[in-house]
């Protein structure tokens, strides 16, 4: 496989409490018109999709954000403003720097939350939508599960400190090597005195836990509605182990979406990382416009 090296740039977006920035890294020819945009989890940056943009770069210009609040990308001056209005926003503020005119979108857990909130809007940029492990509707199990860690203060000695804690919180991601999980481990945790800490907003953490079963239903209501109003295709993957996305779930969302169909992957959990030849597989032949 060729290796290619990132751009790393950003663009300013506009939230209620004013400007921040918005990081991402890009990979491929810039002038390439055909844009993948791969978006994170809730605590995680961009660079968890580096083999993936890697192997499609000369395919695709990838395009991969850290979502506000996170990576090398601004705070909010205001917590509240964490949640997927906002970030949609950002996103049709990065769309129109990229200068396309549509793009495709690989979402992951929360990154495929944002990718349903801007598939569903008309005119919507976004032709193919991948989503990697989730859908409308959240288990409680899953929710309960990343209220245990997120937003809490952690401090480590080392790099390898702090990638074993980030295992200890995301084995469900399913086997990875030393190295393989080193590289996806590095850009969460920055340097902070004599250790390092983990690179997000503390604050995301209590975003997460302020939400309201009333906002919860309606955000599910939105996105459901947001599934069934696209019309380009999707992808399902959802790791077969997954407390986040559960099969009921998926067959939900298999009826609600107009063009959809599902991929399950064996031996993962919440969520599958794709940095894997299998996997990194599937995205390119849902993209390359496969029917299998």
């Given at each position: 496989?060729?290796?290619?090296?990132?751009?790393?740039?950003?663009?300013?977006?506009?939230?209620?409490?004013?400007?921040?920035?918005?990081?991402?890294?890009?990979?491929?020819?810039?002038?390439?018109?055909?844009?993948?945009?791969?978006?994170?989890?809730?605590?995680?940056?961009?660079?968890?999709?580096?083999?993936?943009?890697?192997?499609?770069?000369?395919?695709?210009?990838?395009?991969?954000?850290?979502?506000?609040?996170?990576?090398?990308?601004?705070?909010?001056?205001?917590?509240?403003?964490?949640?997927?209005?906002?970030?949609?926003?950002?996103?049709?503020?990065?769309?129109?720097?990229?200068?396309?005119?549509?793009?495709?979108?690989?979402?992951?857990?929360?990154?495929?939350?944002?990718?349903?909130?801007?598939?569903?809007?008309?005119?919507?940029?976004?032709?193919?939508?991948?989503?990697?492990?989730?859908?409308?509707?959240?288990?409680?199990?899953?929710?309960?599960?990343?209220?245990?860690?997120?937003?809490?203060?952690?401090?480590?000695?080392?790099?390898?400190?702090?990638?074993?804690?980030?295992?200890?919180?995301?084995?469900?991601?399913?086997?990875?090597?030393?190295?393989?999980?080193?590289?996806?481990?590095?850009?969460l945790l920055k340097a902070d005195g004599d250790g390092y800490v983990l690179r997000y907003d503390p604050s995301i953490g209590a975003a997460f836990a302020a939400v309201t079963p009333e906002a919860i239903a309606a955000g599910e209501a939105m996105l459901w509605a947001s599934l069934a109003a696209f019309s380009g295709r999707t992808l399902i993957v959802r790791?077969?182990?997954?407390?986040?996305?559960?099969?009921?779930?998926?067959?939900?969302?298999?009826?609600?979406?107009?063009?959809?169909?599902?991929?399950?992957?064996?031996?993962?959990?919440?969520?599958?990382?794709?940095?894997?030849?299998?996997?990194?597989?599937?995205?390119?032949?849902?993209?390359?416009?496969?029917?299998?």
């Amino acid at each position: 496989m060729p290796s290619h090296v990132p751009r790393l740039s950003n663009v300013q977006c506009l939230s209620p409490s004013g400007l921040h920035r918005m990081a991402y890294a890009e990979w491929g020819d810039p002038d390439n018109p055909r844009v993948l945009v791969c978006v994170h989890g809730l605590t995680r940056c961009g660079r968890d999709f580096d083999a993936l943009a890697n192997a499609l770069a000369n395919d695709y210009r990838v395009v991969c954000p850290d979502v506000v609040g996170r990576g090398q990308s601004s705070w909010l001056a205001n917590a509240a403003g964490y949640g997927v209005p906002q970030y949609v926003s950002d996103m049709v503020t990065l769309i129109a720097r990229l200068g396309v005119a549509s793009v495709d979108w690989f979402g992951t857990s929360m990154g495929g939350l944002i990718g349903m909130g801007l598939a569903g809007l008309p005119e919507s940029p976004i032709r193919n939508l991948l989503l990697n492990d989730v859908g409308p509707h959240i288990d409680a199990a899953a929710l309960a599960r990343i209220g245990q860690y997120v937003g809490i203060p952690k401090r480590f000695a080392s790099l390898d400190e702090g990638a074993d804690y980030l295992w200890s919180i995301s084995s469900a991601f399913g086997p990875h090597t030393r190295e393989a999980w080193l590289a996806l481990s590095e850009p969460l945790l920055k340097a902070d005195g004599d250790g390092y800490v983990l690179r997000y907003d503390p604050s995301i953490g209590a975003a997460f836990a302020a939400v309201t079963p009333e906002a919860i239903a309606a955000g599910e209501a939105m996105l459901w509605a947001s599934l069934a109003a696209f019309s380009g295709r999707t992808l399902i993957v959802r790791g077969e182990q997954s407390d986040l996305l559960s099969r009921t779930t998926l067959e939900q969302m298999l009826a609600h979406a107009q063009h959809a169909r599902a991929v399950e992957i064996p031996g993962v959990g919440h969520a599958p990382t794709f940095v894997h030849a299998d996997q990194i597989e599937i995205a390119r032949r849902f993209f390359d416009g496969y029917a299998d």
